[in-house]
């Protein structure tokens, strides 16, 4: 049986996507899994050396993983040497076209297959709401960092007007972080590429889209 009074094990963060500036002119950008939380890490120039940037977690100062804050800045002092870290509770820009019944925590998804930096095949770890069933394998496209976000609002907007007109794969709901929708879900479909024999079918699909 164990002692009351043992503490329990501090929650190990796992970087779920990072942005690393290689030349350490600029910062560098890590998104962390904090439990059942995400939270934003910022690692200032000249803070560390190349190779630390690239796999940051063991020279990190201890965090308050448990208080409220959304991104922790770490610096170095140029002058003592010391790290600096300061902390911004901050909420975070998210998309604003939320036009499907359906949002998926983003930490419920698991990650199959790698696609691009921000966008992967997953299956869903929870009960989605869909004819497809949680063990098949859907795209999932996210916003990794804020400046991200636009252009998954575009693309979340685009969607929603292709909706119902057989012009793009089924959209099958928002994905959220702490709240807040930054990414969306795709039916994955398997096609194989157009050639000059369906030259009449992507002139008919054009047509419809013209007509949007």
């Not at 870290?85 to 036009?99: A, H, I, M, Q």
Request: proline share 6%; net charge negative; charged share 25%.
């Amino acid at each position: 049986m164990a002692d009351d009074h043992t503490e329990s094990t501090p929650v190990q963060p796992i970087i779920l996507s990072m942005e690393v500036d290689d030349d350490d002119v600029f910062e560098s950008y890590y998104r962390l899994q904090i439990g059942n939380h995400v939270k934003y890490l910022i690692i200032s120039p000249a803070t560390f050396d190349r190779d630390t940037v690239s796999t940051p977690l063991q020279s990190l100062p201890n965090l308050p993983y448990d208080k409220e804050w959304t991104v922790a800045t770490i610096s170095r002092d140029q002058t003592s040497g010391q790290l600096k870290t300061s902390f911004l509770n901050r909420p975070l820009p998210g998309v604003k076209c939320k036009w499907h019944h359906t949002s998926v925590n983003c930490l419920e998804l698991k990650k199959t297959k790698q696609l691009t930096l921000a966008a992967l095949e997953a299956v869903s770890q929870s009960t989605l709401p869909t004819t497809l069933g949680s063990s098949s394998t859907m795209i999932a496209k996210i916003a990794r960092f804020d400046w991200e976000v636009p252009r998954i609002g575009h693309e979340t907007r685009a969607y929603q007007l292709l909706e119902g007109h057989g012009l793009s794969p089924p959209f099958l709901g928002h994905i959220h972080e702490n709240g807040r929708i930054m990414g969306f879900l795709l039916e994955k479909i398997e096609r194989r590429s157009a050639s000059i024999q369906d030259l009449s079918e992507c002139e008919a699909a054009l047509g419809k889209l013209r007509e949007l």
